[in-house]
């Protein structure tokens, strides 16, 4: 079929440049986007005279029906035409006749594009922001639910010091907040429209920009016509959040595999997100848990494909950045299905609080406060880390926990061990006299719970919907 641009040429594209070359296969994702797109675009041009209210009516109602008969299956998007906008236009003029020859004016595939993408990146922030809140009310819950069930804390993998199940989910809440800080930052950095910016130099015709901005819920137009068509930014900011988002999945995940195992016995999977062996009965695999932890590499792969792309690229627009459409869209999919799937795990996920509370005290964790305890006798620090030290080497030629050794055994090693010794070292109080903000003890996760109600309670996104209210 005629393209777009046919005028300028005297003969026919060849086929494999014109495949090369075509993007239908990927952006007709847009769809819709591209007709909100056009619909408050000639909106503006009636507005501003451009066009008649009966031409804006007939190309509305245009659009308002290709876009109901691609949802009911009716229309269906086919790769004759180069792109989504072709589509588009292609039928609205089939339906209309001349007026839908109208639509682009004014206009140019290089503005479209970047408010579709727009449109669409940020449409899809907003999903994405749901289901880390969705994975933060989880993870509150268990918060709650686990206060008091002690665990060891690692560092290197080794056991350390003790601390609460709660205390170990409250990182990871900590950095799924983060993660939904970025993501709003990112919306309101990218919530400014592009169309109007023309090819890269604007037009001749009288747009109001600031209209069509509204129309779209932009906070208002882009400031630079060659930037308007130029910036990815929003999607290298996107992937970027992304990548930390299964970042933190994944870190998430290993632990899960970890404490899945025979060695650890800390948790059970559902058997909905399990899976078995074809030879080995026995086996219960953490399946999801290792998808989520190697799906995070496609998610990167992306993040660096569009990076690569983006560096040598002068102003304004070039045609390699129709490269930033596949791989972001598979990101996007893939983190949507990996946080959906990973908040129904760990939701179904059951705590072995028994085995978690005997490998803390079986790993030493409460060495330090054995420690600490001599220092409160009195012994200098440096001394009672090797009285300690002994009491540890001790217990391991004896196959004894620092819990087990009797008070002859203790004053063997250093008299100035008493009864008091034992509430000292046990794992309620190491866990909580640790008071300061942001420690495992009980007060100071009880705190720390309620601030984080108090977040979820106070969303962004409920909170930018009221304030546009206000601005309306």
């Known amino acids: 079929m005629a393209q777009l641009w046919g005028g300028r040429f ?31 675009h000639v909106a503006m041009l009636h507005k501003q005279g451009i066009l008649t209210k009966d031409e804006q009516d007939q190309i509305i109602e245009g659009l308002t029906g290709i876009r109901e008969d691609i949802e009911n299956g009716t ?21 209309i006749g001349e007026a839908g020859k109208k639509l682009h004016t004014g206009r140019s595939r290089n503005d479209q594009v970047a408010l579709d993408m727009r449109l669409y990146t940020r449409l899809e922030v907003l ?28 560092t290197h993998l080794q056991k350390a010091q003790p601390i609460t199940l709660a205390h170990h989910m409250g990182a990871y809440f900590e950095m799924f907040k983060r993660d939904r800080l970025r993501l709003k930052d990112i919306y309101h950095r990218m919530n400014y429209c592009p169309l109007g910016a023309g090819a890269l130099a604007g037009t001749t015709y009288p747009l109001d920009r600031a209209y069509t901005a509204k129309l779209m819920g932009f ?32 870190r998430f ?38 998808l989520v932890r190697g799906k995070t590499g496609r998610v990167y792969g992306a993040l660096m494909s569009i990076l690569t792309t983006m560096k040598g690229l002068p102003l304004a627009y070039n045609k390699d950045m129709q490269e930033d459409k596949e791989l972001t869209f598979d990101a996007i999919d893939t983190v949507k299905g990996c946080l959906a799937l990973f908040t129904g795990m760990l939701d179904t996920m059951k705590f072995n609080q028994a085995r ?43 196959q004894k ?72």
């Open 253 to 290: 995940s290993e632990e899960v595999i970890i404490w899945n195992t025979n060695e650890y016995q800390f948790v059970e999977i559902d058997d909905a997100y399990s899976t078995g062996s074809s030879i080995m009965p026995q086996k219960k695999n953490p399946d999801i848990a290792e």
């Open 401 to 472: 926990s620092l819990d087990d050794m009797t008070i002859e055994e203790y004053q063997a090693i250093n008299p100035v061990f008493d009864e008091d010794i034992y509430d000292a070292i046990s794992l309620e109080t190491c866990v909580n006299k640790r008071l300061t903000t942001g420690a495992p003890g009980r007060e100071a996760m009880q705190s720390v719970i309620e601030a984080c109600k108090n977040y979820l309670a106070h969303d962004w996104q409920d909170e930018d919907k009221e304030e546009r209210k206000k601005d309306e």
């Open 75 to 95: 229309l269906q998007i086919t790769e004759e035409y180069e792109d989504i906008h072709s589509f588009v236009e292609a039928n609205l003029t089939e339906r």
């Open 127 to 154: 999903y994405v922001d749901e289901l880390v809140n969705d994975l933060l009310k989880v993870i509150l819950k268990i918060m709650e639910e686990h206060l008091d069930t002690y665990m060891p804390g690692f």
């Open 10 to 40: 005297t003969k026919e594209t060849d086929q494999l440049v014109y495949q090369f070359n075509a993007s239908i296969t990927f952006d007709q994702k847009f769809y819709r986007q591209d007709i909100e797109g056009s619909i408050a």
């Open 356 to 398: 978690m509370e005997q490998s803390a005290k079986g790993g030493f964790t409460n060495a330090t406060d054995a420690a600490d305890y001599l220092v409160g006798k009195g012994v200098p620090f440096r001394d009672a880390h090797g009285i300690v030290g002994r009491l540890v080497l001790y217990c391991i030629d004896h």
């Open 219 to 250: 906070d208002g137009p882009t400031l630079n016509s060659i930037d308007s068509v130029a910036d990815r930014d929003y999607v290298i900011e996107f992937l970027s959040a992304l990548s930390t988002i299964m970042m933190h999945l994944s």
